[in-house]
């Protein structure tokens, strides 16, 4: 039996380039991985007759069409065996929040499997297993922070953010990612980003400069993000955003003490928040 936990995932930069033949659409993110001691999905995979999961949340699938069976079945594919699993599923993440969620609980089902069989996958091999699955499940395999291109499974390093406390908030209600992108093919952009500048920034330890820098093009198909964005400046955000096609928006705090300080004005307001 293999316990994995499953973070979130923030976008510090996304941005739509074009659709493709193929119906999928070309990007250009940042992704980091968000640790936490409370915010995040619990996966625990044992060796077991047939493949079968269970879920704490009870409006979650638990079918074949649930991402960690898909990701125990695309497993054993790439085995070349009939192997089965037994997964449980400790949910805590917001569904449909930008957040990674589902590819992070598929990611982890991976990696559990992968040291349940003495770990006969290189992490590279797991990551084009993980393609099969979704976009975000390579990155969500190997976690820290990632330049993320093509659909979002060609992944090259990327300078990590300087120690700082992160506020997350579930948002206003959830997101089709499909309408998102529908939205985006018929919306020109508000604003472009400035990926070299946001670099730059990293790599001089500057959270303020970061926080003028980050960028999401999904903001444009979610006008009512800006209320929570506007929520968590007046609340000392040094940079706020969107993460993927929304809902989540998330702020970055220099001091855990500002960023528990945001966390209960933004609970105070009405909204979620988790610190991270």
Sequence with gaps: MITEKAYAKIN?????????????????????????????????????????????????TVGDDNLCLKAANAFFCALGSGGGCFIELEKHLPREAGLGG??????????????????????????????????DVPFCV?????????IGEIL????????????????????????????????????????????????????????????????DTLPSCQEVKKAFTENGALGTLMSGSGSAVFGIFDTEKDAKTAQNGLLNAGYSAFLA
């Design 12 to 60: 510090l930069y996304l941005d739509v380039l074009g659709k493709r033949e193929d119906g999928y659409h070309n990007i250009l993110s940042v992704m980091t991985e968000v640790k936490s001691d409370s915010f995040y999905d619990t996966v625990t995979v044992s060796k077991a007759e047939g493949r079968s999961m269970t879920c704490t949340d009870p409006t979650l």
């Design 102 to 135: 589902g590819s992070s609980d598929a990611a982890a089902v991976l990696r559990a499997l992968n040291r349940l069989y003495d770990n006969v996958f290189t992490t590279e091999e797991l990551c084009k297993i993980g393609a099969k699955i979704g976009a």
């Design 156 to 219: 090259s390093p990327f300078p990590s953010l300087p120690e700082c406390h992160i506020v997350i908030s579930g948002g206003v209600g959830k997101v089709s990612t499909p309408e998102a992108y529908r939205v985006i093919d018929n919306t020109p952009p508000s604003a472009r980003g400035d990926i070299k500048a946001l670099r730059s920034a990293i790599e001089n330890r500057d959270l303020k400069e970061i926080g003028k820098h980050l960028y999401n093009r999904f903001e």
């Design 142 to 150: 190997v976690g820290g922070t990632m330049l993320a291109e093509g």
